[in-house]
């Protein structure tokens, strides 16, 4: 029986020996209560695993984004998940619960592990838990390393790129790199960058060219390393989206939709004559979308274009938009003769800024401009010193925002002489409207007409007592020229007759 008690004693050390290490790995993993086992996946490692298989909630998948003194862990939400356990280890540490605080509610799907240390590395898993019944299983490990080097990110817009980064404990500053097609070497921009910035707008850049970036932390006067390069390409403003056209008289009325961000238009203008488009409207503030071309050409096609400026790059040009100028309606000219002059006068147009007036007769070989000035409120005009016999033609133009309206009616008229009346004849619907000057002690008056196709002149109206000065002639042809003559009897004696005018009805 002696021989007994050493293998008694023996036993009863293997079984405390057992029974420790059997402590030590329960105390050494998370929450013994939810009934967690450990199955290896490898050399030296090992991961919490459910003991029960039969758990409905699927795992969370986490994903480990290190920074320069912390690793954010995130995840999908988890259908039917009324909140999270999420656990972290380093090296073969025991595994350690970082939501103690109950704070990863179902509508939570990230979690912060703060205050590490660069270069140490932390393995994490994490659960699902019901509102009642059974946890998912754990999730699958996932690791990631604390770091000096900060996460860059680049963001291209008109002209320029904005670069941010994660912030590095302790950092002092940081240097951020560039390089694109045409340099030899990476160049340093942005000096200083002191160690509370961690953003940086590079402008005046190249639109369609591709800039490349990395980003540096100086810790302690210790350049660390360089993050990964991102790159970016400067993108060129957008057209607007819409950009209409609206005649009036002799000007079109410009509308285009506001780009965000624009800084200033750029107005082009093409038209029949020209040899390239032409900038118009300069400058065009960001806030201004409309502008009125004037003094244009009546019935002549204009072409415009319009673009955003955004940072000093020219944005995409719309499609190109086109209206056709109106001229100003033609006044009604009327004229009425006297001894060595002719009184004019014609019907007011809207909007007139001034008139162009002008006469022809046969000792002339083109029209010639009289009576200048003539303001947009004139409606008359004597034109006086003339020639008793000479045939004078007549036309009238209004001129609105700069452009030359249509030219009015062309009335004939003869300037009389104290012994000859003065002839006007006028065109009108209904025929040919003749008034000739007063002749002193005229007894009558004689009116004849001659059109192509006649063989001699002809007496119209009888005989037009001392006081008639007019004739209404109807029942003409349209299209055929139709000329006049007038002579005043005085005392039985038939003076000499007028120069001939003519009107086509």
Known sequence: MPTMKPMIRLLSISALVLAGLIAAIYFALPAPQQSISFEGVGPGRSSPQTADSSATLAAPVLVASPGSDRITISWAPIVGAASYEIWARQGELPWERLDDDGSLSHNVTSLTHSGLTSGDSYKYTGRAAPTAGELSDWSA??????????????????????????????????????????????????????????????????????????????????????????????????????????????????????????????????TDGQTAWQRIGDPLSGSTTSYTHTGLIARRTYYYRVS?????????????????????????????????????????????????????????????????????????????????????????????????????????????????????????????????????????????????????????????SAGTTSYGHTGLTAGNTYYYRVRAVIDGTEGPWSEEVDAVP
């Not at 001129?399 to 003869?414: L, Q």
């Open 141 to 270: 490990e996932v690791e990631a390393t604390v770091s000096y080097v900060p996460a860059l990110t680049a963001s291209a817009s008109a002209g320029r790129i904005e670069l941010s980064w994660t912030s590095v404990a302790g950092a002092d500053s940081y240097q951020i790199i560039m390089w694109t097609d045409g340099l030899k070497d990476w160049e340093r921009i942005g000096d200083p960058i002191t160690g509370t910035i961690t953003s940086y707008t590079h402008s005046d850049l190249t639109e369609r060219n591709t800039y490349h970036y990395r980003v540096r932390a100086v810790v302690d006067g210790t350049e660390e390393d360089w993050s990964d390069s991102v790159s970016e390409i400067p993108v060129r403003p957008a057209a607007p989206s819409t950009l209409t056209a609206t005649a009036g008289t002799g000007q079109v009325e410009l509308e285009w939709s506001a780009v965000p961000d624009a800084d200033s238009y750029r107005l082009i203008s093409w």
């Open 308 to 464: 955003a400026v955004i940072h000093g790059i020219e944005g995409a040009w719309t499609e190109s938009v086109s209206d056709v100028p109106s001229a100003p309606p033609a006044p009604v000219l009327t004229a009425t003769t006297a001894v060595g002059q002719i009184d004019l006068s014609w019907s007011e147009v809207t909007g007139a800024d001034s008139h162009i007036l002008i006469v022809w007769t046969d000792a002339q070989n083109a029209w010639v401009r009289i009576g200048d000035p003539l303001a947009g409120d004139t409606t008359s005009y004597t034109h006086s010193g003339l020639s008793a016999g000479q045939t004078y033609y007549y036309r009238v133009g209004a001129v609105v925002d700069g452009t030359e309206g249509a030219w009015s009616n062309s009335p004939s008229a003869v300037p009389g002489a104290t012994f000859m009346p003065g002839l006007v004849a006028n065109a009108s619907a209904n025929g040919i409207d003749l008034s000739w000057s007063e002749v002193t002690d005229a007894d009558s008056y004689q009116l004849i007409v001659w059109t192509p196709g006649q063989t001699a002149w002809e007496r119209i109206g009888g005989t037009h």
